[in-house]
């Protein structure tokens, strides 16, 4: 990526502020979140909450991640931040349903928030595909358990209730499960919302309708270090925000994302060796010791990554670089229009999107949403392939049906997909 100055080092660049020196301590690292901060007598009763992922307790570290150390809350959005917005957003809606002719973008409500409430809202948007997560990781400790049977040296029970001594880790994750992934999905969340700008940064399979959802801190700290004009980054902000809305707003579009991530997470295996390596050394009497977890992400990744997974990741990558392609292209038709700095922004805004940390990268790749450049590259290519050909009303033929969306050949020769479409026709 170094190659192309869209995304080169961001050292080079001392003045920029959202280099990773300036941002908050990553969760993910030795200075990140210390879990040992939550009371022990609130880790064991949370141990006994029930459902698949704890969500109380990713509730918590998804908040205090977000804010960091150094605040105990948001900072309050101003009148005036939220009225620019609403006017920015309604001008960006009025140009791209002019183009797309997606009117559904009209409903989308609009939000101004702090960092814990993007925080709490995609937790509540994620619940579906995390806990189909939590459901597979659950099983398969207990088939593994199952499996077994007690050894010579079965679990005895310990303090807390904890089983102890023998085979008691499968016991022991079998109850850590919903903590575990609590503490991995509360993490995850909250360093996210420490560089979210709104809520389409990233391609998340969110199940929520879809909203506008601006963190004015982080837009401001944004505009900040990249020396950029106010009104520029905001209303391209806002036609990015809502393009992505519009084409959630599709009827099929928001539901197909969802299932295939639930499909790519139902096909998670377990690796009892990996995971042992990994966890051996989690005591659940020690709450500090939970900060191993978040320490190293990829560990829970490496335990249960299946080959089956490659085919459904290919089918997702589909999707979603034909979704970012088509809404890089509407963004660049109309801010390269409007917005005397447009090109100046959205560098920063790619070199952001490439800078958004390894929780970024974990989350993308533990959800199977993880977009490479490549991939990226490909929507795009696909969708200025088809308007050259057709214009945009032709590519906008994507939306009439769930069966128009292109094959991966497709995506590689638009003119495939212009050939079948008006064969269908």
Excluded at 35 to 61: C, F, H, T, Y
Aim: some cysteine; aromatic content about 6%.
């Amino acid at each position: 990526m170094s190659d192309d100055p869209q995304f080169g080092d961001p050292d080079d660049e001392p003045g920029h502020g959202f280099h990773p020196s300036n941002q908050p301590a990553n969760p993910f690292g030795p200075g990140g979140f210390d879990l040992s901060k939550i009371d022990l007598n609130e880790v064991v009763r949370m141990l006994q909450s029930d459902g698949p992922v704890n969500w109380e307790i990713a509730k918590q570290i998804a908040t205090t991640v977000a804010l960091g150390e150094e605040s105990a809350a948001d900072a309050p959005i101003s009148p005036a931040d939220h009225a620019q917005l609403d006017e920015l957003v309604r001008a960006a809606q009025t140009h791209v349903v002019a183009e797309t002719g997606l009117t559904a973008t009209y409903s989308a409500p609009l939000r101004t928030v702090g960092r814990s409430e993007w925080a709490l809202l995609h937790l509540d948007a994620l619940a579906p595909v995390l806990e189909a997560l939590a459901v597979t990781f659950r099983a398969a400790i207990v088939e593994e358990s199952a499996g077994e049977g007690p050894g010579p040296e079965a679990a005895a029970i310990g303090p807390f209730g904890m089983p102890m001594g023998g085979d008691a880790l499968s016991g022991l994750m079998g109850m850590m499960a919903p903590v575990l992934l609590g503490v991995q999905a509360g993490s995850m969340v909250g360093y996210l919302a420490q560089h979210a700008l709104g809520r389409y940064d990233l391609p998340l399979p969110a199940s929520d309708p879809p909203s506008l959802c601006f963190v004015v801190t982080n837009l401001d700290a944004f505009e900040s270090a990249w020396s950029l004009n106010r009104n520029d980054l905001r209303f391209v902000v806002a036609l990015h925000e809502v393009v992505r809305a519009a084409e959630r707003s599709v009827p099929w579009v928001q539901p197909k994302l969802v299932a295939l991530a639930t499909e790519y997470v139902s096909a998670y295996q377990l690796d009892r060796e990996a995971l042992e390596s990994q966890l051996g050394g989690f005591d659940p009497t020690d709450p500090s010791s939970m900060s191993g977890i978040t320490e190293h992400p990829e560990a829970l990744l490496g335990a249960m990554r299946s080959p089956h997974q490659d085919e459904i990741l290919r089918r997702l990558q589909s999707v979603t670089s034909v979704l970012e392609g088509y809404a890089e292209v509407v963004v660049e038709s109309i801010g390269g229009r409007l917005a005397g700095s447009f090109d100046q922004v959205q560098e920063a805004l790619a070199r952001h999107r490439v800078e958004s940390g390894e929780a970024g990268r974990f989350i993308e790749g533990l959800l199977g949403v993880q977009l490479e450049r490549t991939h990226s590259e490909q929507g795009h290519d696909f969708c200025r392939g088809v308007i050259e050909r057709a214009g945009l009303d032709g590519l906008n033929q994507l939306w009439t049906a769930e069966s128009m969306l292109p094959t991966p050949a497709e995506i590689e020769a638009p003119g495939l997909w212009l050939a079948r479409i008006e064969l269908g026709d």
